[in-house]
């Protein structure tokens, strides 16, 4: 068993979300949950009740006209949530009008604004007069290229409003890649930035936006977001239409939220496309509130006035994520630019400053924190900071070590996973439960999570594949351009019929939490043996020479053979000695079955925009397939170091 590193104190658990929901259940239901393994399975065994339940404590606004929560429960895919309910995403959204602060807006280069509930609300009722006499209607798509500003969120909600379709990349997307990801979905507004600020350099972004636009034929209308309000870049392609101009005519009046089906599209996202032209993947809107107020509710304990923060563009789905806390009446934080600019504690300072209650950011920004010898827990505050948050790969072990001795001590880490595909978690917090070292801490609520061996058997404390046996309110829609469903049923319910078959691998543990390892379609299979990437990880990385690594297979002599690859820190070269060093600890800590046959240092690895290394694209290369969509990764260029090797030839 792992080592308990932290459990709340009673009256944090007595004043948490989730226990005055099992208080919530109990009177309605007469069902006694003692903790969160009971009410995990009741949620599980009894969905309507438990969504209904949620629907009535989070106080969703949108017309209920009868009890149907789940028609065709059965089936998956085809079940439907609320088939008869009707809302408004961002009615619910748009709930606070005071002067409190909405959104708190920190970039790199230091510049800084607020806006409160009241300003928020004023300027989504600006933007959407505006779209609407622009032409915007029920089902149109309207896309943003555009860095983490506070406009940004606006004009989502105002689009969400008019029951018009969101979709949207970060700046630092070439041209080819929003074309990839637009041109699919023939928006027609574009919402683009002037500039944007990436480790101390200011980036130009017009002369893009003009290339995107004039390879989108249906956007009717670019509407330009200044970086700063107070100093915008000039723009001088009159073409263009900056924000103050856009909405100059209208005056900030009551919204008219007209309330559309439950499951009416909101969003379009994008997978990460490293393995192909990105898929279109709709979220409605019902499904993506309400699985975002469990999320934020009861699985991260956001109450209102908290602030919530997570280190995100909008290229990621956390953005989509984060952005939803408004609904629970969190002020939510924003932050653009690197988060080691100038230096490793800015989004400390910012944590400080802000008076921060949830820190959200990846696992990758702990191992840097771990490796630039910070010592937040000396330097910081924290003392706002119940939760830090973690996702985009596994947080390991020894990062968790780090966090609790380092960062905070007394503090929830609640490593999440989940995706793009479900705009929502799978497995994540438990904010009256403990934490144990190296596991997340809980399947989410209403999920009904397995792991399965390839023979479609549930397994416990041995790693298979994530599968979810019971359908979820944040199931896409379906996917864009596939009017008969095939590709979306191929995505997910090809490998096990009926069952939600989700590509990572995973193992449920004894403490009710779990341990994922990486995906599994880039699992490692040597000799038929499936080993995750992540347990190599977790020991080279151990090592004060190597800085990152990535694992892939190669198809050698009939079988597979692991092949690791080794970004060297400064100073270091991957001698016959560090060689030796690892493959010993990788031999003594895991298993001879894990000792990769080649060793190679490479000077950079391929990583997505959201900070994933790409095993799948470093796996196409070695084998001289061609990767498609190089624009969804950071680092294109990082690609060529695995061409061609010699090493890979013997």
Same mark, same amino acid.
């Given at each position: ?7 709340? *104190? ?106 409160? $509930? ?75 930035? *002037? ?307 989700? $590509? ?13 390892? $990486? ?60 060689? $030796? ?17 080649? !060793?190679?240092?490479?000077?950079? !690895? ?45």
């Amino acid at each position: 068993m792992s080592k308990k590193l932290w459990q709340p *104190d009673p009256a944090r658990v007595a004043a948490s979300n989730l226990t005055k929901f099992m208080g919530a259940v109990e009177s309605r239901w007469g069902v006694s949950c003692a903790d969160y393994t009971a009410l995990h399975q009741w949620s599980v065994n009894e969905p309507e009740k438990f969504w209904q339940s949620l629907w009535d404590v989070a106080d969703v606004l949108g017309d209920l006209t009868d009890d149907i929560v789940l028609q065709h429960p059965d089936q998956m895919p085809g079940a439907v949530f609320y088939p008869n309910a009707r809302l408004n995403f961002a009615e619910n959204l748009l709930r606070r009008r005071d002067d409190t602060a909405a959104l708190m807006f920190r970039g790199e280069t230091g510049v800084e604004r607020t806006m409160t $509930g009241a300003e928020l609300y004023a300027l989504v009722s600006r933007l959407k007069q505006a779209m609407h006499k622009a032409g915007i209607k029920s089902g149109d798509r309207v896309a943003a290229y555009l860095p983490n500003v506070p406009e940004a969120i606006a004009a989502m909600l105002a689009t969400a409003s008019l029951g018009a379709v969101w979709s949207s990349c970060s700046p630092d997307f070439g041209t080819q890649g929003v074309l990839d990801r637009f041109g699919q979905i023939e928006p027609k507004i574009l919402f683009a930035a *002037d500039q944007y600020f990436y480790n101390g350099r200011a980036i130009e972004c017009t002369e893009r936006v003009a290339e995107v636009r004039a390879n989108l034929p249906t956007v009717d209308s670019v509407i330009i977001l200044p970086y700063d309000t107070e100093a915008p870049a000039p723009v001088g392609d009159l073409s263009m239409t900056l924000l103050a101009d856009f909405i100059d005519s209208y005056a900030a009046t009551e919204i008219d939220f007209q309330r559309f089906d439950f499951n009416h599209p909101l969003y379009i996202l994008f997978s990460s496309g490293t393995t192909g032209v990105p898929k279109c993947i709709i979220h409605g809107a019902g499904g993506t509130l309400i699985q975002h107020l469990k999320d934020h509710l009861l699985q991260t304990d956001v109450k209102p006035g908290d602030r919530v923060f997570y280190f995100t563009t909008l290229g990621w789905m956390m953005w989509n994520w984060l952005v939803s806390g408004l609904a629970a009446g969190a002020t939510i934080l924003l932050y653009d630019g690197s988060p080691f600019y100038p230096d490793g504690n800015s989004l400390f300072d910012f944590a400080d400053k802000s008076k921060m209650t949830h820190f959200g950011t990846s696992a990758k920004f702990v191992d840097a924190a771990k490796n630039a010898k910070l010592n937040p827990i000396e330097t910081h505050d924290l003392s706002s900071v119940r939760t830090l948050m973690s996702t985009g790969s596994p947080l390991v072990p020894e990062s968790f070590d780090f966090i609790y001795e380092n960062i905070k001590a007394d503090i929830c880490v609640s490593s999440i996973s989940g995706g793009t595909d479900i705009v929502g978690c799978f497995v994540g917090g438990n904010p009256i439960g403990s934490v144990w070292r190296g596991e997340i801490q809980a399947v989410c609520l209403a999920m009904d999570v397995a792991v399965y061996n390839d023979d479609g058997q549930s397994m416990l404390d041995e790693f298979g594949e994530l599968v979810c046996l019971k359908p979820f309110p944040s199931m896409p829609v379906g996917f864009w351009n596939d009017a008969s469903g095939e590709r979306y049923r191929a995505a997910y319910f090809e490998r096990f019929p009926g069952v939600w078959c989700h $590509g990572d691998w995973v193992a449920l543990t004894e403490n009710g939490g779990v341990i994922i390892q $990486g995906r599994s379609d880039a699992t490692l299979n040597p000799g038929g043996v499936r080993i995750g990437t992540a347990e190599i990880y977790s020991q080279v990385e151990r090592l004060d020479e190597i800085e990152e690594a990535i694992a892939v297979g190669q198809d050698w002599e009939g079988d597979a053979r692991i092949i690791l690859f080794v970004r060297l820190r400064d100073g270091h070269s991957l001698d016959e000695d560090l060689i $030796g060093q690892i493959r010993h600890r990788i031999r003594a800590n895991l298993s001879p079955r894990h000792v990769p046959a080649k !060793i190679i240092a490479v000077a950079d !690895i391929p990583r997505t925009k959201s900070g994933k290394i790409t095993e799948l694209a470093v796996r196409d290369i070695i084998h001289g397939r061609v990767v498609r969509n190089t624009e969804a990764l950071a680092n294109p260029e990082a690609l060529d170091h695995f061409r061609d090797l010699i090493d890979l030839r013997s």
